[in-house]
């Protein structure tokens, strides 16, 4: 599985024009899944979405995480970050895992956070999506369970 993790003010995904999933401040987090993920694989990113120290203490240094500052995780399905555009000028997704093994992968992971006490608010997997949000920082991590 891979995760983009990026600090937000506030964020915010609409599906036909309709808010599915809007959080003030916390992360907002893409989540892609591939072909040999496994559960072992959301456990090990819920653990490191929750825990990272990216969030500024007093002294203005990243020391705490979302748990600490109370935060909310925006978590949106996103085959694409398994699209490999190294040959022509059309990705290929082959790596992205089928949807119906994916959305088993992104559910879990979702309620991982949640079991840790995490608001989670999500897109419609699979939809067309428009998701807006305000970067804090900025701070753009990607972290891979492999």
Avoid: C, W
Avoid at 8 to 22: L, Q, S, W
Avoid at 34 to 47: N, P, S, V
């Amino acid at each position: 599985m891979k995760l983009v993790i990026q600090r937000a003010k506030e964020a915010k995904v609409t599906v036909d024009g309709k808010i599915t999933g809007k959080i003030d401040r916390g992360l907002m987090v893409l989540v892609g899944v591939t072909h040999e993920d496994k559960e072992e694989d959301a456990i090990y990113l819920a653990d490191k979405t929750v825990n990272l120290r990216i969030f500024e203490d007093e002294d203005g240094k990243m020391n705490h995480s979302l748990a600490d500052v109370g935060g909310a995780v925006l978590s949106v399905s996103q085959f694409t970050l398994y699209g490999d555009s190294k040959k022509g000028r059309r990705p290929n997704y082959m790596a992205a895992a089928r949807p119906d093994e994916a959305l088993k992968l992104y559910e879990k992971y979702n309620d991982l956070l949640r079991e840790k006490g995490i608001t989670v608010e999500t897109g419609v997997f699979g939809a067309m999506m428009d998701v807006s949000f305000t970067n804090e920082g900025p701070v753009t991590l990607i972290v891979e369970s492999k």
